[in-house]
């Protein structure tokens, strides 16, 4: 049987951000994998709109790290991947919440790069981030590079092998 989880994304001082529902794949004390379907929506309160997402993902959410990965599928590969750095998510029931803190790394046409630095910065001003949680985010940000680079969990090939559990 098929479990549904509620994934909502928050702004510091856990304003509500965005949420969209997924299929849990696979859950562990440490992180849960979801699938999101073609199709979905994703209800955007600070736009005040609601996307129709065009892609399946496998989204990675951990209860330990500072991180959070979206790949794109496409015929049955990974087209993009768009990693959040946010404090690490918390399951209450069929809801995974984190705090998104702006930074994201992602890989586009081949290429990772770092992209809304001017979000953070803005941010940090608009919801008073602490000094500490600034350092934290940008030391976040190299550790995920890094893992990035060396292939370490869920860049090691864990991803990919959720890609048969998408419905042809």
Known sequence: MEKRMT??????????????????????????????????????????????????????????????????????????????????????GTTVSFVDLDLDYVKRNGQWLVVDEDEFASNAIRYAYPDDLIVRARHELTNLQERVRDQLFPFDGTIETFISRIPK
């Open 7 to 92: 994934i909502r994304a928050l702004k510091y001082g856990d304003r509500p951000h965005y949420e969209w529902d997924t299929l849990l794949l696979e859950e562990t004390a440490e992180y849960l994998f979801v699938l999101g379907e073609y199709g979905r929506k994703l209800n955007h309160f600070t736009k005040q709109k609601v996307f129709t997402m065009d892609a399946w993902t496998i989204e990675f959410f951990s209860f330990v790290s500072w991180f959070t990965v979206s790949a794109n599928i496409v015929d049955g590969k990974i087209d993009q991947y768009y990693c959040n750095i946010n404090q690490p998510a918390k399951l209450e």
